[in-house]
T-cell receptor, first 113, second 109 residues
Framework: DTEVTQTPKHLVMGMTNKKSLKCEQH?????MYWYKQKAKKPPELMFV???????INESVPSRFSPECPNSSLLNLHLHALQPEDSALYLC????????????FGPGTRLTVT | QQPVQSPQAVILREGEDAVINCSSS?????VHWYRQKHGEAPVFLMI?????EQKGHEKISASFNEKKQQSSLYLTASQLSYSGTYFC??????????FGTGTRLKVLA
């Protein structure tokens, strides 16, 4: 199984809502990532988990809260988002956090109204 | 600082060759290459770990010059399926990962 799954595929939320994005992989990878991608731009790294510990937080606003409950699962909790947070949110995993290829999920298309 | 890719965009006819360059102002631990088709997730193509390393994958190959902090992706005898946006990805420190500016490639029949 070389697949990273993400749910939901699409999400529309108001600025006062609380929602969560979910990512799952069963490849035995010990590094997991959240990226944000705006149209026609490269993915931007938000968070890196290595062995279920948060290793990198790229100065992401606190309205985004990551969680790694176990080695296969990664969540991104969203609260009080702004319209400019609308983007494609990609999850990725790799065998370890350095020197290895990343496998991406299909992404969640988020629209904040 | 984000690696800069050149060219920004390129249009090819089937069977033509292309070269995409990735240049960083920071020392690189490794270089990864990905292709992203419209509306889809990036797909891994190859990774280069050592200075001067070259790799090939069917008709797609790449080189990495660690000293110059540059990598190049070579697409030979391009096919329609090669169309998409190509990104280099680089590791510049512990777990720090950054994508290049991207190169849009379109292959015409």
């Amino acid at each position: 199984d070389t697949e990273v799954t993400q749910t939901p595929k699409h999400l529309v939320m108001g600025m006062t809502n609380k929602k969560s994005l979910k990512c799952e992989q069963h490849m035995g990878h010990r590094a997991m990532y959240w990226y944000k991608q705006k149209a026609k731009k490269p993915p931007e790294l938000m968070f890196v988990y290595s062995y279920e510990k948060l290793s990198i937080n790229e100065s992401v606003p606190s309205r985004f809260s990551p969680e790694c409950p176990n080695s296969s699962l990664l969540n991104l909790h969203l609260h009080a988002l702004q319209p400019e947070d609308s983007a494609l949110y990609l999850c990725a995993s790799s065998l370890r956090a350095q020197g290895r290829e990343q496998y991406f999920g299909p992404g969640t298309r988020l629209t904040v109204t | 600082q984000q690696p800069v890719q050149s060219p920004q965009a390129v249009i090819l006819r089937e069977g033509e060759d292309a070269v995409i360059n990735c240049s960083s102002s920071k020392a690189l631990y490794s270089v990864h290459w990905y292709r992203q088709k419209h509306g889809e997730a990036p797909v891994f193509l190859m990774i280069l770990l050592k200075g001067g390393e070259q790799k090939g994958h069917e008709k797609i190959s790449a080189s990495f010059n660690e000293k110059k902090q540059q990598s190049s992706l070579y697409l030979t005898a391009s096919q329609l399926s090669y169309s998409g946006t190509y990104f280099c990805g680089t590791e510049t420190g512990t777990y720090k990962y950054i994508f290049g500016t991207g190169t849009r490639l379109k292959v015409l029949a």
